[in-house]
């Protein structure tokens, strides 16, 4: 692990509960400076609450934060000055105009030089809008604000969630290119994010959370070239012998489940998905769906558990009653698979 002084964020043994739910159970967080570092986990993983805690809204119960290579307790208000936030949804006086928003906002903080707030306007693209009122914005123009109040001190650490809320494809892109640019000045671009095909053309860095716990962390090029794998979807009833099969080939674990079939994840190069499909078809069992790669779903789903529930729930597949004896779902996740990501 590295030196917690040698990085621009490390969390040790963070801990926090709300009442008897416990939201983190010891979460060791190392994030290098001058990095995009993309932070994933399914609904009710601890993503939100970790973003509290590293910006002062919430007190941990036990464990340690480092900010910028300082310890970063209670009261360290001045400490913030450093580093910028979004978490949740941005707040602003909607009869104000965006530009007078971020002025407000701007004297609350650390000095910023009055050209400050036309650089960021223009920076996110709501110059044109700059003078109209926040009540008029729509969620994407809001968010680009939001993102514009993160930046007003020229923080050296910056913690977004979920930045792309609210955005089209356009402001997707132009977004991502915005964050890589931050990056390359040295800046550090924290990023709370579900949208799993822009984290992997986005950041450098992935830290993979589940049930309050980090259980994989590092750069995207060794996640993803250590976790090969081929999923194989088999009639539920031969679950148990293809698994016995599959395990002759390599380490093999149990996904999520339909009422008819069950995924099987088998730790083995991409190109051996033949390999595994005729172990199978030799044992009398024939594969309903394949799928190989070092994609990062497919990494997060073996992580987290895949179509294990979250404390939001799972959907359904079409016609299957839960729950008792009502009326079936009129909805189904792809392939029958009933997968959530949050």
Known sequence: MTPPGALALATRGLRKSYGKRLALDGLDLSVPSGVVYGFLGP?????????????????????SIELLGAAFRRGDRKRLFEVGALVENPSFYPYLSGRRNLEVLAAAGAAVPPRRVAELLDLVGLSERARDKVSGYSLGMKQRLGIAGALL??????????????????????????LRRLAATGKTIFVSSHLLAEVRVLADVVGIIAAGKLVREGTLES?????GV?????????????????????TTNAGSDT?????????????????VNRALADA??????LESGTDLELLFLQLTGGGAASSEGTFGTAGVTTGGTGSGSSGAASGGASETLE
């Open 230 to 250: 081929v999923r194989v979807r088999v009639p539920r009833a031969e679950a148990a012998t293809a698994r016995t099969v599959l395990e002759r080939i390599a």
């Open 153 to 178: 001190s020229d923080p050296k650490l910056l913690l977004l969630d979920e930045p792309a809320n609210g955005l089209d494809p356009a402001g997707i892109v132009a977004m991502r290119e915005m």
């Open 259 to 275: 009422d008819a079939d069950a995924w099987l994840s088998v730790h083995v190069e991409p190109n051996r998905a033949g390999a």
């Open 223 to 227: 996640l993803l070239s250590d976790q």
């Open 43 to 63: 609904n009710g993983a601890g993503k939100t609450t970790t973003m509290r805690l590293l910006t002062g809204l919430l007190h941990p119960d036990a464990g």
């Open 284 to 289: 009398g069992i024939y594969a309903t769906a």
